[in-house]
């Protein structure tokens, strides 16, 4: 009998621990299903500022200005035409995607230069 109640409490106490799994996975959605009740679209504003701190070159230095039209009507407005004016004087036109997540992956036009990060801010 002592074997039997011995196998009982193993078994309560792995499913007590399965559940908890569960509840702390199911609670890490919770970004999510905001977004999704309340979605908030991205402005050009934001991406704007995100786009003007993208350095020229790897280490080089940020961008002093940016301006960024959506190419669609949608919440994140992808894909955005971007122009980015460096201190050199020499302006770089990006066509550039908006994830979910906040980050952004563009690429020059007529070159294969690529920027990429984050964080576009959502909303206003």
């Keep these: ?19 908890v799994v569960m509840v702390t996975r199911r609670e890490s959605d919770t970004r999510f299903d905001t977004a999704q009740k309340a979605p908030v679209k991205v402005l050009p504003p934001a991406v704007q500022d995100a ?7 790897r280490n080089g230095p940020a961008g002093t200005s940016a301006h960024c039209t ?6 994140l407005g992808n894909p955005w035409s971007c122009t980015i004016n460096y201190a050199a ?20 036009l007529g070159s294969n230069t690529v920027i990429k990060g984050c964080c576009v801010k959502f909303g206003p």
Excluded: N
């Design 51 to 57: 786009m003007r701190q993208t350095p020229e070159t």
């Design 89 to 108: 004087g020499t302006p770089r036109a990006y066509r550039v995607i908006v994830a979910a997540d906040e980050s952004y992956f563009g690429q020059a």
């Design 1 to 19: 009998m002592a074997k039997f109640g011995a196998l009982l409490a193993v078994a309560l106490m792995a499913a007590v621990g399965v559940s």
């Design 70 to 75: 959506p190419g669609a009507v949608t919440q």
